[in-house]
């Protein structure tokens, strides 16, 4: 096992890419749950 | 005499050519009759542990031997599988595909409906993917390999097979053996990281369900369909993953094709399954198998889980700063997905610090958010490498 300092470090990007994209991803679906629900559902 | 001969040929044959190829198939079948125990004895998701087990032996038996770099096999049994795996796993991915339209319409996702905010303890749980990405990067995995190895944390077998299977990964039989077992293993490795991550005060929050709003039929039909298109439009590589799974769950909800939601849910799942362990055990040739890399896959991958898990509980707690009704940190850790029992695993424990406290429904409303998120990690994955 050989630890490669440079192939972390090209490899953060991913992370933080990954993380943003997916909470973008996250945002839009939850508002696009609560757009519908707000307009089809009846409060309990 | 002759005849005895005659009759273990093969194994005589592949013992005078590769001796030690003969000692490490004896280790593959030890290894399948360890995940045929495990499926059997301590019923560790025997779906896929066992028909993965008994593959094991079957391509390990004599008469298989590599010949620069080819493997020339006379076992009759290995090039069925070859063929399985060929149509069913290399050329489109297909059986994690339709095992996903099974999934979906196994899926309700009215708990989440009714709580969308959930989807960010989904989200959030994904953490582990992508930090597990960048320790097998540093341990001296290539980056598509790394991705590979990362997406064991998804903890959802058929998007690591299509992620490894897309990226070409060579290590898929080792993933797959350590998505599936971390996955069986849920119960064990999740209280534990729940419980060094939460205070007792923490774990005895009771969450009600007053001000929910039901779910109308209408948004449980629309909601698969807007989901693929979202994640289309993002991650255009995972639409075939997510795709499948919405369309699976719209069989569900649409509510006129209850035959057909049945029959994803049970018979078609279930025939994609017999094939798809056996089918992965393909992999699991001793001369690719047996390598230190193997053990290393299973060490990340249970960094994965425990860095996913970790990760939707510090969301919660994160919320909570800002939050007036408090929310129980333990349902972020059924944002893993491992659907239905990282939900079970959270309710489990939030029963066992107070008899009263049913997490039941939230915990499942995390879970298959993320099912979704894990789906979506999968596919950012591979926007970004493929």
Redesign the interface.
Known sequence: MKFDVQALLNSLPYMGKGMLGIFIVTLAIILTVTILNAVTSKKK | MDIILDLFAPIIEQMQADPILIVKQIVMWIIGGILIYLAIKKDMEPTLLLPMGFGAILVNLPGIETVGGETVAQNGAFHTLERLFNIGIENGELMPLILFIGIGAMIDFGP??RN??Y??F??AA??G???T???S????FD?ND??SIAIIGAADGPTAIFVAQTLKSSYLAAIMVAAYSYMALVPLIQPAVIKICTTKKERLIRMDDS??????K??RI??PI??TI??GF??PDAVSLIGFLMFGNLIRECGVLNSLSETAQKVLANLITIFLGITIAFQMKADEFLR?ETL?IMGLGLFAFIFDTFGGIMIAKIMNLFLKKKINPMIGAAGISAFPMAGRVVNKMGLAEDNQNFLLMHAIGVNVSGQ??SV??GG??L???A
């Open positions: 989440l409906l969308p905010k989807m960010l989904g989200a994904q953490f993917i992508f930090f990405l960048c320790l990067s540093f341990v001296g980056l790394a991705a001000g929910a709003r039901e779910v109308s209408v948004t629309l909601f807007v989901v979202i994640v993002v991650a230190w290393l979704v998120a979506i990690a950012l994955i926007s970004f490498l």
